[in-house]
């Protein structure tokens, strides 16, 4: 089975950066995906890392490493409607399946 | 234009009672997925269906039954309603096999007395 690990929990103020750590142990291993979510909406898709490295997209960058099973997802000029939950999930093969984390809840403070 | 579109969007029942709920999506994606969202918000994965073939069945009581009439759509139906049934079901679509990239509908509330 897949299993991963992210924080449940981390505050910071508007204007900072802030990193989401996630590991993860699972076989048949394609990619590390990230979403947003606020309450009582639906998970939104925010990145896609399948190779080693570093991909941005505005605001918000996600990294990989794949021999350390581990991923982060980064958003710099912390914004009060960045206040949602994230969600880092594996696309493993095998029926290609998206299998999440627990999600970590970031509180954006002024 | 609603890309992922489900309805129900809140539904309250009792238990033991039968329920359904519809999904389309109209961005010409062949791979659907149900997901439940507990209270926890857990986001766990039940049924993916390709091309309308069922691909992913994740050891889901038999009380839930998925049906896809077609690519675009993909419904789910349960029977004998249970108190634990009770969550946020969040259909979603993605384009051939990449799952990497879901496309979420805004989530049917289940609400089981």
């Known amino acids: 089975g897949q299993s991963l690990e992210q924080p449940s929990e981390v505050t910071a103020v508007e204007g900072a950066i802030v990193q989401i750590n996630c590991t993860y142990q699972?076989?048949?291993?394609?990619?590390l995906s990230w979403y947003q979510q606020h309450d009582g909406g639906a998970p939104t898709f925010l990145s896609y890392?399948?190779?080693?490295g570093l991909e941005e997209t505005g605001r918000f960058s996600s990294f990989l490493s794949r021999s350390d099973s581990y991923g982060y997802l980064l958003l710099q000029e912390l914004q009060m409607k960045d206040s949602a939950s994230y969600f880092c999930?594996?696309?493993?093969?095998?029926?290609?399946?998206?299998?999440f984390g627990t999600g970590t809840q970031l509180k954006v403070e002024l | 234009d609603t890309a992922v579109s489900q309805t129900p969007k809140y539904l309250v029942t009792q238990m033991g009672n039968d329920k359904s709920i519809k999904c389309e999506q109209n961005l010409g994606h062949d791979t659907m997925y149900w997901y439940k969202q507990d209270s926890k918000k857990f986001l766990k994965i039940m049924f993916s269906?390709?091309?309308?073939?069922?691909?992913i069945n994740e050891t889901v009581p038999n009380r839930f039954s998925p049906k896809s009439p077609d690519k675009a759509h993909l419904n789910l139906h349960i029977n004998s309603l249970e108190l634990g049934d009770s969550a946020v079901y969040f259909c979603?679509?993605?384009?051939?096999?990449?799952?990497?990239?879901?496309?979420f509908g805004e989530g049917s509330r289940l609400t089981v007395l």
């Open positions: 979603a679509s993605s384009l051939g096999g990449n799952a990497g990239e879901l496309f």
């Open positions: 269906y390709n091309n309308k073939e069922l691909i």
């Open positions: 699972t076989s048949g291993f394609y990619g």
């Open positions: 999930a594996v696309f493993t093969g095998g029926g290609n399946k998206l299998t």
């Open positions: 890392n399948a190779l080693d």
